[in-house]
């Protein structure tokens, strides 16, 4: 449910946060804090008044580059800003650079969360006809080794595979053909990631690195963990999770 996801969602970024940090790489945290639809610029169009949570994070990821781009970019230049506006069912993130300006750098993700449907939308995020002419539509099953590659690729973790899971709260295991076979609830997640990068070369090569490859693994890994841990997220409130994250960011920050 949607409810459900939007814990799950808290727990996975603070668990990710953890892991990704350290020695001067990772996420910095610079602020948390709710705003409504009037408070903050850009936030998604058709907002309520009271939204949701924006933050605001500094990600440096030179170090996790393969070779080949560490070798063309600065660290200055592989250290981003996240923005982001989550008002579920709706969420903006807003990725940029402070060298450079918005318009030859940037990535944005617009995200729908969609409850309880069966049939997926060809449309979900309502993009206008020049954009789904050049869209790539890459579906994401998160029973699916191959999207994080495979079982022996370090992205893998058995405690993160769905087709293992046996949770207390009475999810999993998730057979292959879960999605054909699942009595239970479902969501779907629709995402339209947009990157913009001046430089004809360093934009061929980053985005078919950043949009064919890098998203994919990164969501697919991520929902795959929001899934499996959900017996340390299912008892907690949105509230207890959002102290947890709050609490988790002061440690990394110190």
Known sequence: SLAQYEKASIHA?????????GAGTGVEVLGTEPFT?????NPPEGLPDNAGIFSHKVYRFRAFLPAAFRSLLSEELCTMDERA?????????VITNRRMAEKDCSVVIRTFHVEGETRERPNALALPAELLRIRKVVALDVTEDGLIGGRGSPNYSGEEDPKLLRSRAG???FPPDWRR????????VYKVVTMRLRGRLLETRLRRWALDK????LFAKFHRSALCS???WSRLSVAQLRQEDHKAQKELAA
Do not use: I
């Open 181 to 188: 076979t699942w009595p239970g609830p479902r969501l779907c």
């Open 13 to 21: 970024v603070t668990e990710t946060s953890k892991k990704a940090t």
């Open 171 to 173: 999810l999993g295991p």
């Open 37 to 41: 639809a009037r408070s903050h610029n």
């Open 230 to 232: 959900v017996d340390k």
């Open 214 to 217: 890098t998203y994919p693994t």
């Open 85 to 93: 506006w989550n008002a579920y069912p709706l969420c903006k993130t």
